[in-house]
């Protein structure tokens, strides 16, 4: 069976000042559904390089990306980030001027999600997500960064897509709440089946994931 997102011979480099500086040397690494990963290294070490790719938000220099065996390029990357990865970030990227619900439904009929009627779909994953249907009615920014996350959460979720990838997601977020957003990522792997991958600088949060990859010097070693 194939993986469900493979990084095959995948190179990356930037250019600096007419200089390639190489962030990342065939990579090979298979990631599967049912599994939480978390992606370690130190700064400057190519973690979001990384996810972007596996985002489809950047494309390798050399070597493929394959979803399901399928390479990205055919799929088409702007087809795959709306229809087979749910990206979540640091900053939660919602629409300030919409309520926390808005967001969702928004997220929904761009992704053209089958999961229907949209808004008790939006709203029941909403509360599994600990928001209300009161703050689901609220507009986001009123809401706190944990809250603010949790509905980013949801808008992932909403979108059917069997990928989840985190950039940072707990690193605007205290300890406690950090940990709970960590759980439900969790949740998503081994109850929902999903392949999570998420960036961290948080090795408590790394310790718990099911395969922890360091980067450093454009290679990795898995811990
Ligand atoms: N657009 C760009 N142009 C040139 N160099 C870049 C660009 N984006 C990132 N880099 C460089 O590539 C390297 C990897 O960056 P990346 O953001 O992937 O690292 P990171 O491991 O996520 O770092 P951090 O932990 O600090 O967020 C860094 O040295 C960075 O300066």
Not at 123 to 128: S, Y
Request: hydrophobic fraction near 40%.
């Amino acid at each position: 069976m194939s993986a469900l997102l493979k990084f095959q011979d995948v190179s990356y480099w930037y250019s600096r000042d007419q200089k390639k500086v190489e962030i990342l040397k065939k990579i090979n690494i298979d990631f599967e559904k049912g599994t939480f990963y978390t992606i370690t290294g130190p700064s400057g070490a190519g973690k979001s390089t990384f996810l972007a790719l596996a985002g489809a938000l950047d494309s390798p220099k050399e070597g493929a990306i394959l979803y399901e065996g399928k390479d990205l390029k055919k799929i088409g990357y702007s087809k795959f980030r709306n229809q087979y990865v749910s990206i979540v970030f640091q900053s939660y990227n919602l629409l300030p001027y919409m309520t926390a619900l808005q967001n969702v439904v928004a997220a929904m009929e761009i992704t053209k999600s089958s999961k229907k009627p949209y808004k008790q779909i939006a709203l029941k994953t909403l509360e599994q997500m600990g928001i209300s249907q009161d703050q689901a009615k609220q507009k986001v920014l009123t809401l706190s960064g944990g809250q603010q996350q949790r509905v980013s959460i949801a808008r992932a979720l909403c979108c059917e897509s069997q990928l989840i990838v985190a950039d940072e997601p707990t690193g605007n977020l205290d300890e406690q709440t950090s940990k709970e957003i960590v759980r439900i990522f969790q949740d998503l792997a081994h109850q929902e089946g999903k392949c999570v991958i998420m960036v961290t600088h948080d090795l408590t949060i790394a310790s718990i994931a099911d395969v922890n990859i360091h980067l450093s010097n454009g290679t990795f070693q898995i811990q």
